[in-house]
């Protein structure tokens, strides 16, 4: 492989890392807040051992994303300084309140960690909710600068340099409340049914099924509500990816022909060299309504556009079709969920708790799945019709070397954060032990 290859390679190893970590990390203060404000109101000691176990989680998730988003800030210039020269003037003002809003959770989880019976009750609450908005806050900075990426706006091209820079029109892009909007909604809905998924499991152990119980009914209430608002972030997505990106469109449903009322592709095996799609169910007119709201609208087809402009097609609709498909399982799942808490005898079954104890780590695979719709389909583009990826990369040669060192560092984060969580749940079982 080249150099390029192992900088994307190693880039979107770390992104897919860090992005789990920076979901839990926006959500869960949420989860912890929602017991303790119950805890407070009921003094329940239930809802306080399982404020105190959030609490730790937390800190887990809150220590490992910063890791792993710390080594993604100097990727950007180890890898793509070509990129960073260019647009760091133009996104550098995202980046710099990301920080500031990260500070801002960091001080405030202190105060929440440290602050039991030294704090009065109600501004140490309050401490846990001020966690959760600056990680919401700080996800959607991040995300800001990725949709510039995808809608590049507040700066002019003169002679290869980016002048005549505005930050604040930089930061509005076009796409920016459309990434953020999904992006935060997609957080929530992974992470409340991985969460939920987790206690639903210790349930089926009949392990504290008291404290399970409520702590799967608080994070399966964020995880619910956020799948059935998903489809409507993703429709607000596709039309404005319709508007200003016609070929990332094009790949994600493996569209190779321009026609006025498009069929919507379900499934699908791509044939990359043939241009065409077998095996797929067609829903005539259904793309053209979804991209434009017009059954009759015309939809470009991958065939008009310059070969060397299309992303790799198969990787960007496999993706999107398993972003797609698990969104709708999880949509379905919210409302089993609403519908069981008038049919209480649902919640004596074993199925149902089996059914959201395997559905726990689908939200994760579809958030990464939807990174990848995001990035690879706006290949070969860096920064959209500005800058190629491979003018971005840098020179520096032996970038296998670099991708073989993070991959070992974050394999063993990984299998500590493992440890340190299953740990936690040990002792959220057994406390006396």
Same mark, same amino acid.
Not at 197 to 226: E, M, N, P, S, Y
């Given at each position: 492989?080249?150099?390029?290859?192992?900088?994307?390679?190693?880039?979107?190893?770390?992104?897919?890392?860090?992005?789990?970590?920076?979901?839990?990390?926006?959500?869960?203060? *949420?989860?912890?807040?929602?017991?303790?404000?119950?805890?407070?109101?009921?003094?329940?000691?239930?809802?306080?051992?399982?404020?105190?176990?959030?609490?730790?989680?937390?800190?887990?998730?809150?220590?490992?994303?910063?890791?792993?988003?710390?080594?993604?800030?100097?990727?950007?210039?180890?890898?793509?300084?070509?990129?960073?020269?260019?647009?760091?003037?133009?996104?550098?003002?995202?980046?710099?309140?990301?920080?500031?809003?990260?500070?801002?959770?960091?001080?405030?989880?202190? *105060?929440?960690?440290?602050?039991?019976?030294?704090?009065?009750?109600? *501004?140490?609450?309050?401490?846990?909710?001020?966690?959760?908005?600056?990680?919401?806050?700080?996800?959607?900075?991040?995300?800001?600068?990725?949709?510039?990426?995808?809608?590049?706006?507040?700066?002019?091209?003169?002679?290869?340099?980016?002048?005549?820079?505005?930050?604040?029109?930089?930061?509005?892009?076009?796409?920016?409340?459309?990434?953020?909007?999904?992006?935060?909604?997609?957080?929530?809905?992974?992470?409340?049914?991985?969460?939920?998924?987790?206690?639903?499991?210790?349930?089926?152990?009949?392990?504290?099924?008291?404290?399970?119980?409520?702590?799967?009914?608080?994070?399966?209430?964020?995880?619910?509500?956020?799948?059935?608002?998903?489809?409507?972030?993703?429709?607000?997505?596709?039309?404005?990816?319709?508007?200003?990106?016609?070929?990332?469109?094009?790949?994600?449903?493996?569209?190779?022909?321009?026609?006025?009322?498009?069929?919507?592709?379900?499934?699908?095996?791509?044939?990359?060299?043939?241009?065409?799609?077998?095996?797929?169910?067609?829903?005539?007119?259904?793309?053209?309504?979804?991209?434009?709201?017009?059954?009759?609208?015309?939809?470009?087809?991958?065939?008009?556009?310059?070969?060397?402009? @299309?992303?790799?097609?198969?990787?960007?609709?496999?993706?999107?079709?398993?972003?797609?498909?698990?969104?709708?399982?999880?949509?379905?799942?919210?409302?089993?969920?609403?519908?069981?808490?008038?049919?209480?005898?649902?919640?004596?079954?074993?199925?149902?708790?089996?059914?959201?104890?395997?559905?726990?780590?689908?939200?994760? @695979?579809?958030?990464?799945?939807?990174?990848?719709?995001?990035?690879?389909?706006?290949?070969?583009?860096?920064?959209?019709?500005?800058?190629?990826?491979?003018?971005?990369?840098?020179?520096?040669?032996?970038?296998?070397?670099?991708?073989?060192?993070?991959?070992?560092?974050?394999?063993?984060?990984?299998?500590?954060?493992?440890?340190?969580?299953?740990?936690?749940?040990?002792?959220?079982?057994?406390?006396?032990?």
């Amino acid at each position: 492989m080249e150099n390029l290859d192992y900088a994307r390679l190693q880039m979107a190893f770390t992104l897919g890392f860090h992005i789990i970590f920076a979901c839990i990390g926006m959500v869960m203060p *949420f989860f912890m807040v929602v017991s303790h404000r119950k805890w407070l109101n009921t003094r329940n000691p239930i809802y306080l051992d399982l404020t105190k176990a959030w609490q730790r989680g937390v800190a887990i998730f809150f220590v490992t994303g910063a890791v792993s988003g710390t080594a993604l800030s100097f990727e950007l210039g180890m890898l793509w300084p070509e990129f960073m020269k260019h647009a760091g003037p133009v996104i550098g003002m995202p980046f710099s309140l990301e920080g500031a809003a990260f500070f801002v959770e960091a001080i405030a989880l202190g *105060f929440y960690l440290y602050g039991w019976k030294k704090l009065p009750e109600t *501004f140490h609450w309050i401490t846990g909710i001020i966690v959760g908005i600056s990680g919401v806050v700080s996800g959607i900075l991040v995300v800001s600068a990725n949709a510039w990426m995808n809608s590049p706006t507040g700066f002019d091209v003169i002679n290869g340099e980016f002048v005549n820079i505005d930050p604040v029109k930089a930061f509005l892009n076009d796409a920016w409340f459309s990434q953020a909007l999904h992006m935060t909604l997609a957080a929530f809905a992974a992470t409340g049914f991985a969460v939920a998924g987790i206690h639903a499991f210790q349930i089926l152990r009949r392990k504290r099924t008291d404290l399970h119980i409520k702590a799967f009914k608080i994070a399966i209430f964020f995880g619910a509500v956020a799948a059935l608002l998903q489809p409507i972030s993703g429709d607000i997505s596709a039309k404005d990816v319709a508007e200003r990106q016609p070929i990332k469109l094009a790949a994600m449903e493996a569209h190779y022909e321009t026609e006025k009322g498009a069929p919507l592709f379900i499934g699908g095996i791509v044939d990359e060299e043939k241009k065409e799609v077998s095996y797929k169910i067609e829903i005539p007119k259904a793309l053209s309504f979804l991209a434009f709201g017009d059954f009759d609208a015309e939809v470009k087809g991958l065939n008009d556009f310059p070969e060397e402009n @299309i992303p790799p097609v198969s990787i960007v609709h496999y993706a999107f079709q398993t972003m797609v498909g698990i969104g709708s399982l999880l949509m379905l799942a919210a409302l089993i969920y609403f519908v069981s808490l008038k049919k209480k005898s649902w919640m004596e079954n074993r199925k149902y708790w089996w059914l959201f104890a395997l559905l726990s780590p689908l939200g994760f @695979i579809a958030v990464e799945a939807g990174w990848v719709v995001t990035e690879v389909g706006r290949q070969p583009w860096i920064v959209y019709n500005i800058m190629r990826t491979s003018e971005a990369v840098t020179p520096m040669p032996g970038l296998k070397y670099s991708f073989y060192l993070y991959l070992a560092v974050y394999i063993t984060l990984a299998i500590t954060v493992t440890w340190l969580v299953n740990r936690q749940i040990k002792v959220l079982n057994n406390p006396k032990d």
